[in-house]
């Protein structure tokens, strides 16, 4: 079951008309409700991570109460469960407590007394989930090598797959259009592996003279070619128990593919010049800008190479694809400025940052952060606006429907006001001037989690 942001009760009780009553009081205070007759039909709907309360009457038939709530400590003991008895049976009561029940209250209730309970059981749930999910970033901050920034589903998809295959063997092709960030992926894949005390050795197979290409990967013996003097150790050799990343594969002359092709297959190498296997273990992480499948289809690229370095893909989603993340990329890269730039730059406003999103960013997130280098050295300092720093050109034209500019622009405030807020519902409600449910119906369509903004 996957965490919602909507504060969610769980409330089980077999007599109807106190589900129906409770249901909406709770739903009137903005809660949303799960009504269950059953306190197993409740059980099937919980795991660890739900973020909710629960209110459970003690006297059900079937599982009752106590049971219950021992039923819910086993799947997470800090789940917050309030149970309810029309009997004040005071003895009942601190048995409950005693068992870890969060409160105990009695039939009949007022309204406001269980309105009260819950939110304050929802605040320590809260609390609890941010401290886990705190405990968990602090984890992940602990490990080496570069994050992938980014919210939307792509690039969620993406982290999560990079996880997924970082600590095997398998070599990867990484697609994505200039400026997305493959490199990052690389060294993501090779700082998250067993590998990552050994070289990362990177290499632009665009920009290597087709001449001296083996040479560069595979290295030479002294008097294998003219000017070849001494011994030279290549790439391939320098990576060996690291990763290679193969930056613009597309661009290797077709003489070296097969030789790649051979290397990648027996995992070893011959230096130009010898007759020496020398054994490799590394791990290749190739990227394309283009499409290799279609330029293996033209001849251009070796067929049987593409399936060799494709063990699993990575296709790297273009920023005009996620137009949400811009406005915390952007600000990341202003952070990262003007650190580097010793300047304290505004902060980017709501308006400038829905005006970036309606760029379509040729250059991706290469062309983006140059742009906020340019925010931090210029737009202080000289007052330019920031369609003038970026060179936005026609930043009126726009790149989404209206309904689609409307939505990220809404999207962008909301988090905005999330970070500003640290996270606080009742800060950005206020700033915002929204209700609680209607925040957190927007939260739950944009998938915002207030817990990472703390």
């Not at 969620?156 to 490199?183: F, H, M, P, S, Y």
Request: hydrophobic share 40%; net charge negative.
């Amino acid at each position: 079951m996957t965490a919602n942001t909507d504060p969610a009760v769980m409330l089980v009780d077999d007599e109807e008309h106190i589900r129906v009553a409770a249901s909406q009081a709770l739903d009137l205070a903005g809660y949303r409700v799960q009504p269950f007759e059953r306190a197993d039909l409740a059980l099937d709907r919980l795991d660890a991570d739900w973020p909710g309360a629960i209110v459970s009457d003690i006297r059900m038939p079937g599982i009752d109460g106590m049971q219950f709530l021992q039923r819910v400590r086993a799947i997470d003991a800090d789940l917050p469960v309030i149970l309810v008895t029309g009997h004040g049976d005071v003895s009942l009561a601190v048995e409950a407590m005693r068992a870890g029940a969060y409160d105990f209250i009695e039939k009949p209730f007022a309204v406001e007394d269980l309105v009260d309970t819950v939110g304050r059981a929802l605040d320590k749930r809260a609390l609890t989930i941010e401290n886990r999910r705190l405990k968990n970033e602090l984890a992940l901050q602990r490990q080496p090598g570069p994050r992938v920034i980014g919210d939307t589903p792509g690039m969620q998809r993406l982290r999560q797959l990079i996880a997924q295959i970082a600590d095997t063997d398998a070599d990867v092709l990484v697609n994505g259009e200039t400026g997305t960030g493959k490199e990052l992926v690389a060294r993501a894949l090779h700082e998250n592996s067993r590998r990552h005390d050994r070289n990362f050795v990177a290499v632009n197979c665009g920009a290597v003279p087709d001449n001296l290409i083996e040479s560069e990967l595979f290295g030479h013996e002294a008097g294998a070619f003219t000017d070849a003097r001494t011994r030279r150790i290549g790439k391939f050799e320098h990576a060996n128990g690291g990763t290679l990343f193969l930056d613009e594969i597309e661009s290797m002359p077709p003489n070296v593919q097969v030789h790649l092709l051979r290397v990648l297959q027996e995992r070893a190498i011959e230096r130009l010049g010898s007759n020496e296997l020398i054994p490799l273990d590394l791990r290749v992480v190739a990227a394309s800008k283009v499409d290799l499948r279609e330029a293996a289809t033209r001849g251009g690229f070796r067929e049987d190479l593409y399936y060799r370095l494709g063990v699993v893909m990575i296709d790297i989603p273009p920023l005009r694809e996620r137009r949400e993340d811009i406005p915390l990329l952007f600000q990341h890269f202003v952070l990262v400025a003007g650190a580097r730039y010793q300047r304290e730059p505004p902060p980017p406003q709501p308006e400038q940052l829905r005006r970036l999103m309606l760029l379509d960013w040729p250059g991706n997130v290469r062309e983006l952060r140059n742009a906020a280098e340019r925010y931090v050295l210029l737009g202080d300092s000289c007052g330019y606006d920031i369609e003038q720093v970026v060179g936005a050109g026609d930043a009126e034209r726009p790149a989404m429907t209206l309904p689609e500019q409307l939505e990220c622009f809404e999207r962008s405030l909301i988090e905005q006001q999330l970070r500003a807020s640290n996270g606080s519902i009742k800060d950005t409600m206020a700033a915002l001037g929204l209700p609680r449910k209607t925040l957190y119906d927007k939260m739950k369509k944009y998938r915002l989690d207030r817990g990472n903004y703390k």
